[in-house]
T-cell receptor
Framework: QKEVEQNSGPLSVPEGAIASLNCTYS??????FFWYRQYSGKSPELIMF????GDKEDGRFTAQLNKASQYVSLLIRDSQPSDSATYLC??????????????FGAGTRLAVHP | EAQVTQNPRYLITVTGKKLTVTCSQN?????MSWYRQDPGLGLRQIYY???????DKGDVPEGYKVSRKEKRNFPLILESPSPNQTSLYFC???????????????FGPGTRLTVL
């Protein structure tokens, strides 16, 4: 069974702090990883993707991938109350022009308090 | 505006009464998928389609049907709904353009279904 595991949280951080969200995956065939943000009652929206080992930065967000450890993380710097949401980690095959199945984790709920 | 639409957004029905949830995308995407989201279980794929007339089962297909007669539409059919199909349903679509480095899945707004 291919799985993506996340701590359900809630992860509570003060405003301005760094929030660190973690995800592990079991399928070594997974090559690309996505972080989606989902506000309560809303649909998931993509905020970061990564497919190479190392770090990838985009504004306040940094995604980290370690394929040897099968570990993906998302760092949110200068956390804001508007970042309070559930963050879904998903893994899938490297794009091949074909099948596009993503395996989603159950999500980590982040609460940023003023 | 590029978007995925779903209808209805909310539905309360009774056991055994056939229903259809529609999904439509205006981005000319080849790939479409249905997910259900339940507390603690995350998003689980029900069915997917890689193009017109090409559909296949996801991880939890029992009790559901789909069709893909047009590229833009991918309806989800519950022939005989049961209470365990009470859930939040999302339709998603993405491009399968060869050579893209990733293929983001765009999600519809969701349909909250309650089966009594």
């Amino acid at each position: 069974q291919k799985e993506v595991e996340q701590n359900s949280g809630p992860l509570s951080v003060p405003e301005g702090a760094i929030a660190s969200l973690n995800c592990t995956y079991s399928d070594r065939g997974s090559q690309s990883f996505f972080w989606y943000r989902q506000y309560s009652g809303k649909s998931p929206e993509l905020i970061m993707f990564i497919y190479s080992n190392g770090d990838k930065e985009d504004g306040r967000f940094t995604a980290q991938l370690n394929k040897a450890s099968q570990y993906v993380s998302l760092l949110i710097r200068d956390s804001q109350p508007s970042d309070s949401a559930t963050y879904l980690c998903a893994g899938g095959p490297m794009f091949s022009g074909g099948y596009n199945k993503l395996i989603f984790g159950a999500g980590t709920r982040l609460a940023v308090h003023p | 505006e590029a978007q995925v639409t779903q209808n209805p957004r909310y539905l309360i029905t009774v056991t055994g009464k056939k229903l259809t949830v529609t999904c439509s995308q205006n981005m000319n995407h080849e790939y479409m998928s249905w997910y259900r989201q339940d507390p603690g279980l995350g998003l689980r794929q029900i069915y997917y389609s890689m193009n017109v007339e090409v559909t296949d089962k996801g991880d939890v297909p029992e009790g559901y049907k789909v069709s893909r007669k047009e590229k833009r539409n991918f309806p989800l059919i519950l022939e005989s709904p049961s209470p365990n199909q009470t859930s939040l349903y999302f339709c998603a679509s993405s491009s399968l353009i060869r050579g893209a480095s990733y293929n983001e899945q765009f999600f519809g707004p969701g349909t909250r279904l309650t089966v009594l």
